[in-house]
């Protein structure tokens, strides 16, 4: 078996659908074991001995969307993908905090690559550290109290499009310690 993290997309706690226990439903109802969530933002964990990813992407969004009527997106990382990120410590020396947030886009498309050199209007709120290859993921430090912040995700859209997905590197340790 493999330990999944499945990031989703779009996910708002005040649906009634999107709550967790209907997210891990469906996860469960997909044969899926040891399914669990975190916090309430599209972040469940779970086992599968499937390993054709964008196959079990395909198979959760369609599950999602006809069953919750989730529209958004599923990205999906396995422990080691995640343990490997860990390991090389992308935010070393950096602190996450009210003001200052570290943050991780996962992305799907494999491909993408990169995203570029950031806007001249972002480079006072955000700060590109890199892009981790083995995650397919941007590493970012935002600047909370910058109000050009929110544009981060805007470009990071126009770069990668809609299938993106940004969590804390607070939540993404938190998942981590739950697979």
Known sequence: MIRYAAWLRGIMPSNPNMRNE???AVFSGLGFESVGSLLSSGNIVFSSDETDVPALESTIQRALNAELGIAGGTIIR???????LADRDPFAGLEHGRSTYLTVTFVKDGEAGPPGPLPAQLTSAVRILGYDEDTRAVLAVIDNMDP??????????????????????LTVRKVMAKL
């Open 22 to 24: 209907k997210l891990r």
């Open 78 to 84: 396995s422990r080691d993908e995640l343990r490997g």
């Open 148 to 169: 050009s912040t929110a544009n981060h995700m805007a470009w990071l859209e126009t770069v990668y499009g809609k299938d993106i997905t940004t969590r804390t590197w």
